[in-house]
């Protein structure tokens, strides 16, 4: 199926290029809205969620809650391990995933009512843990910045995590909170050649337009550091001393990166997509990610998964610590206040302080 598949016409503006029959295509049967765009159109399915924050298990993620106003993701991302995660829904991991995107429309109401509850234990929430909160469509439903309001009414921690130059949109929140020490940004960037990441993430923001967010946010007072995932062998580890001076320069606090895994239905998508974009690098891309994953081209185990091990892994980790040290004066950090909600939620807790 994937040869022949190979063989049709790469489809523009989109990081998939096949639709596997998703696990689970009966659980969802909802009317959806058309979004003009360039084919395959982009359909939105408004959903009444009945929860919003999930509790993050993984002792590879930071942090101990996440929360994603969408489901599925515009953006395209051929790598992106969120693609898994479709099939729940009744999608296909491929085109699906970037084509039929899931809204929460009442995400902001099911936050406020998860934070003025008594039983909550405030920890920094993680924004998004899955799919990209500033995905296109957001610049019309908002709903990310609703969610943000709710979080600042109530002085409530939160980690951002995003590649969409629309985060700027809210700069007049993200300043207020990053005062109180309650927002820290971490802007995804795996590459400065904006070739490839045309083909790599069709339909997210320019590498030039990143680097520009990343100079924004830093001169706003907002904490930003870069996410360099995933750092792909064969196409952007050799990128690694200048990705990192280059966000350096630009005011980013620290980077981290993770390398590329193939988990699940990810694989044949990032397959076909490889052998359509670059054919001439497909052996050795796939090889060396073997490489990082012994012998297989992903791993579920906790400490390795998001690092690689093995020769080629420790090259990329030493490539990363040298770019640090070369390029950061200081790392700097940035601890994220959890008092300030208890006395938002319990002003009168201020009387005994």
């Given amino acids: 199926m994937i040869k022949e598949l190979i063989k049709n016409p790469t489809i523009k503006g989109r990081g998939a290029q096949i639709n596997p029959s998703g696990r689970f295509e009966t659980l969802i ?22 929860s919003i924050i999930n509790k993050v298990s993984s002792p590879d993620v930071p942090g101990d809650y996440s929360m994603n106003p969408y489901q599925g993701c515009e953006h395209g991302c051929s790598y992106c391990y969120a693609r898994n995660t479709h099939p729940f829904w009744g999608y296909s991991a491929g085109l699906d995933f970037e084509t039929k995107i899931v809204i929460k429309e009442n995400a902001a109401e099911l936050l406020r009512k998860k934070l003025s509850s008594p039983s909550w ?5 993680m924004l998004s843990g899955n799919t990209d909160c500033y ?16 979080l600042w009414e109530f002085r409530h921690p939160v980690n951002i995590v995003t590649k969409n130059a629309l985060i700027l949109r809210d700069v007049d ?50 904490p930003v550091t870069v996410l360099a ?3 792909i062998p064969g196409l952007n580890d050799h990128e690694i001393m200048p990705l990192v001076r280059t966000v350096a320069s630009h005011g980013a606090s620290d980077v981290h990166h993770i390398v590329i ?93």
């Fill in 135 to 150: 995905q296109p469509i957001e610049q019309k439903l908002e709903i990310t910045r609703s969610i943000l309001e709710v």
């Fill in 261 to 353: 895994r193939l988990n699940g239905e990810v694989e044949d998508i990032f397959r076909d997509w490889l052998q359509k974009s670059y054919p001439h690098k497909y052996d050795k891309v796939m090889n060396q990610i073997m490489n990082l994953h012994g012998g297989k081209v992903s791993s579920s185990q906790f400490g390795n998964r998001m690092k690689g091990k093995g020769s080629f892994a420790e090259m990329i980790n030493e490539q990363m610590r040298l770019a640090k040290r070369v390029y950061f004066d200081e790392i700097k950090t940035t601890e994220l206040d959890t008092e300030l909600y208890q006395t938002m939620k319990n002003p009168q807790l201020s009387l005994f302080g």
């Fill in 229 to 231: 995932a995933p750092i």
């Fill in 29 to 50: 049967r909802e009317s959806a809205q058309e979004f003009d765009g360039e084919y395959p159109k982009t359909k939105f399915l408004n959903k009444s969620a009945k």
């Fill in 173 to 222: 929140i993200l300043r207020e909170m990053a005062k109180f020490n309650l927002v820290k940004v971490a802007i995804s960037l795996n590459t400065l050649d904006d070739r490839l990441r045309q083909k790599l993430e069709p339909r997210a923001s320019s590498v030039f337009t990143r680097l520009r967010t990343i100079k924004h946010l830093a001169s706003e007072g907002i």
């Fill in 121 to 125: 234990k405030v920890a920094p929430i």
